[in-house]
């Protein structure tokens, strides 16, 4: 009786739908949703390392509307995502279209274009640290070899340079991810399309204006989106290169909410900062959503 | 409208020559069907008047202009692509308009010759649609729109209709037909099809392995084919073949295919010569089935035995073995053999052609 009513249960095709379905829902559940409340939820309250806290409404939403470190690390968030993913996205480009050409060793370049996106971040971000450095950096070290400045350069050291200095590290990791899928776009453009503008008259400059960067618009708005929301939420490079400074300089969102949550015990308040990421966060997806729209051209099927 | 002549092309990639010296004279609003089997260099050779790939020797004029080394947009040509190779971000307007566009002209040209080529392939409803929208002969009608509005001197084809179904592709061989007697441009039509180039050209040139094997009308092709290779890549169902020696009998003289069969043929060649004799199959008339005795006497039959009788409707296409090689004859009557059944051909002597075995040129 039992068995043959949960045979019957089974056959049902919504009920067994529920139970293939069970595993991915509990693991978005324990990892994803649970963090995200908890994280959302520590925010309204006055938690503290080894302390539980107590409700606090938006107390420390208040609190952080008046505090400047919070509001540079703002201004600092857009600055880096801003520079770092226009630059990204010039390089990139420009690196796929040379990649897509006939050159020699074509697919070891690929893969050395790979490299910096392979290395573990912490790695990259220590070897650039180095390079940085206000004594030993060789890039100082070159300029002045060569004649063109006196004293090494303080890149970590001034709020400004130091800025620069992380973006172009930033810049130099996420590179390579841009240039990968732009080649992927490009290698999907067939060369008849290029040959077909070429007889139609087409310079070189207005076959990529008219024929590339139309036909690769759909994966740059993927990959840009993507790139946007990784540099946003840049944690590691920061953390490695300057923890923040110089006087809080180069503090972005992240790197501000983990300073005051850990090793300032402040579990609220971080969190509280983690949180106000989020409207941003989810204002890029919206604007890549309504972007990313399949365009016209690319629908299927007739409008009649 | 010009005339393209191309002397001594030659081209290889790399160390592999391709194009092996070609001379092609095409004149003024002639449609020339370039036609051979896959790989034989035809659409290379259409690439390079096209100007997509180089010539590595040779000349190729357009008109007055030695083009080897003019670019593509210079050369005044169009060119419909196998794939059509529509902008798919652009309409159907665009995609026509796109070389004016490039070119500096006004918006009121563009839209008057849009409008005067849309016109004329029956496109008026479709220039605000983009490619995905179409079905694949709306796509090779703009794909030729594209072309007809830049009034070019020469319209390149490169076998642009074999992404399209059987039906669909006779339609637009009539279509672009009649669109080349109304414009008259000189036009070079890559195929590899050779109904495509019987139906469609003026003239016809047969490519194999790099080389140019005939240059002839259609008709000329057909009756009169120059070698084994056009002989049999000509026509279809493609010719027959009997291997053979020449000798002289009491009825005159005539290929022996086997040791008691001798077919009778016109030729001046000495006895004894190793030829090949070509029998287009609806020359190969059938007499219905005799005694096995009277067929013995028949020196002009050739006896055979039927494999298969494939009834068409309009005709019967009788598959036999004679000598241990097969033939087939094309009959307007409605023979319906049964397969084993021994039949009588005989070989219309006046349309048979004659080959030497080791050349294989035409004797």
């Known amino acids: 009786m039992n068995g043959r009513s949960l045979g019957g249960w089974l056959d049902n095709r919504n009920v067994l739908g529920m139970l293939f379905m069970l595993p991915g829902a509990a693991i978005l559940v324990v990892f994803l949703t649970y ?17 539980g806290g107590e409700w606090i409404g938006i107390e420390n939403y208040q609190w952080l509307w008046d505090d400047s470190v919070f509001r540079l690390s703002i201004f600092n968030t857009f600055l880096y ?70 004293e090494y350069i303080n890149f970590l050291g001034e709020p400004n340079l130091a800025r620069a200095s992380t973006i172009a590290a930033n810049v130099w990791r996420g590179v390579p991810f841009v240039a990968i899928c732009l080649l992927a776009g490009l290698q999907t453009i067939s060369p008849t399309m290029y040959e077909a503008a070429a007889i139609d008259g087409a310079t070189p400059w207005q076959q990529f204006r008219n024929v ?19 540099t946003f939420t840049d944690f590691q490079l920061i953390w490695v290169l300057t923890r923040g400074g110089p006087i809080n300089a180069t503090h972005l969102m992240a790197t501000l909410s983990f300073q005051r949550a850990i090793p300032g015990g402040a579990l609220g308040e971080g969190a509280a900062i983690a949180t106000a990421m989020i409207p941003f966060l989810l204002a890029a997806i919206l604007f890549s959503y309504f972007g990313l729209q399949r365009r016209r051209w690319q629908q299927g099927g007739r409008d009649n | 409208m010009a005339s393209v002549n191309l002397k001594k092309v030659r081209k290889t990639f790399g160390r592999t020559e391709v194009v092996h010296g070609v001379d092609i004279d095409i004149e003024d609003g002639e449609f020339v069907v370039l036609v051979g089997p896959s790989g034989c260099g035809k659409s290379t050779l259409l690439r390079m008047i096209a100007g997509l790939e180089e010539i590595t020797s040779g ?12 670019a593509p947009k210079q ?18 307007f665009e995609n026509m308009a796109f070389s004016m566009k490039l070119a500096g002209r006004g918006k009121r040209e563009q839209r008057e010759r849009v409008d005067e080529a849309a016109r004329i392939l029956g496109l008026e409803g479709y220039l605000d649609r983009y490619p995905r929208q179409l079905s694949g002969g709306q796509r090779q009608r703009v794909a030729m729109g594209r072309a007809i509005v830049r009034d070019p001197q020469v319209f390149l084809f490169d076998e642009p209709l074999s992404n399209l179904d059987a039906k669909l592709r006779v339609q637009m061989r009539t279509e672009i037909r009649e669109l080349h007697q109304r414009l008259k441009t000189t036009s070079i039509y890559v195929t590899h099809d050779q ?19 005939q240059i002839g009308s259609p008709l000329e092709l057909y009756d009169f084919p120059a070698n084994l290779f056009v002989a049999g890549f000509i026509g279809s169902p493609a010719m027959n073949f009997l291997e053979g020696t020449l000798v002289t009998t009491s009825t005159g003289r005539g290929v022996r295919i086997a040791p008691d069969c001798v077919v009778s043929i016109e030729s001046q060649q000495p006895d004894g010569h190793q030829v090949v004799l070509g029998v287009r199959p609806e020359h190969l008339v059938i007499k219905e089935s005799h005694t096995d005795a009277g067929m013995a006497n028949d020196t002009a039959g050739i006896e055979a035995e039927v494999i298969v009788t494939e009834p068409t409707g309009a005709d ?43 050349t294989g040129q035409r004797l």
């Open chain 2, 75 to 92: 050369r005044d040509i169009a060119m419909v692509f196998q794939n059509y190779a529509l902008y798919p971000h652009m309409t159907v």
């Open chain 1, 212 to 230: 590339t960067l139309p036909m690769l618009s759909p994966i740059i708005a993927v990959v840009m989106t993507f790139s946007v929301l990784f």
């Open chain 2, 195 to 213: 109904i495509e180039a019987m139906t469609m050209a003026d003239k016809i040139v047969v490519m194999n392995g790099g080389h140019v094997e």
């Open chain 1, 81 to 150: 995502t801003v520079v770092a993913s226009v630059i990204k996205f010039g390089l990139g480009l420009w690196l796929a279209l040379l990649l897509n050409r006939h050159l020699p060793f074509k697919s070891f370049l690929r893969a050395i274009v790979l490299l910096p996106f392979i290395v573990p971040t912490v790695l990259s971000a220590i070897a650039f640290w180095w390079i940085y450095d206000a004594q030993f950096s060789v890039v100082s070290w070159t300029l002045v070899k060569l004649g063109l400045i006196d």
């Open chain 2, 59 to 70: 000349e190729i004029h357009i008109g007055d202009l030695l083009v080897n080394t003019v």
């Open chain 1, 35 to 51: 963090p995200l409340g908890l994280g959302v939820w520590l925010g309204f309250t006055d938690a503290k390392v080894g302390r």
């Open chain 2, 316 to 358: 019967t296409q009788v598959f036999c073995r004679v000598a241990g090689k097969e033939l087939v004859a094309i009959s307007r009557q409605r023979h319906l053999f049964s397969p084993g059944t021994r039949i009588r051909l005989e070989a219309q002597a006046r349309h048979t052609c004659l080959f030497d075995s080791d």
